[in-house]
Nanobody, 123 residues
Framework: QVQLAESGGGLVQPGGNLRLSCAAS????????MGWYRQAPGKERDLVAT???????NYADSVKGRFTVSIDNAKNTVYLQMNSLKPEDTAVYYC?????????????????WGQGTLVTVSS
């Protein structure tokens, strides 16, 4: 069973930087893509950025030019470098992995979410 472990959240002042990490662990799986989503209080969970195992990226307009998503395929780990943070970036950030898992002799596509890490941008 694939599981995700997130780290790197915390409190940062406006204009500051943070780096989130999310590592996938398990056996007999292959990552299709991984990504970050966030949910602010009272709002829906929204896309922040995704990246495929081949390095193709997709960003929400609100973070373009400030956030960078990257992936280490050898470690099954995705990173989110967040620069020039704003108070409106405050949210719980969730990692998601879309992967193929070998089950009963064939690969099946699955998704799994991390537990979330809180990012607070405040002075």
């Amino acid at each position: 069973q694939v599981q995700l472990a997130e780290s790197g959240g915390g409190l940062v002042q406006p204009g500051g930087n943070l780096r989130l990490s999310c590592a996938a662990s398990g056996s007999s799986f292959r990552i299709n893509y991984m990504g970050w989503y966030r949910q602010a209080p009272g709002k829906e969970r929204d896309l922040v950025a995704t990246i495929t195992s081949g390095g193709l990226t997709n960003y929400a307009d609100s973070v373009k030019g400030r956030f960078t998503v990257s992936i280490d395929n050898a470690k099954n780990t995705v990173y989110l470098q967040m620069n020039s943070l704003k108070p409106e970036d405050t949210a719980v950030y969730y990692c998601k992995a879309n992967f193929l898992e070998l089950t009963r002799g064939r690969f099946e596509q699955r998704e799994v979410w991390g537990q979330g890490t809180l990012v607070t941008v405040s002075s």
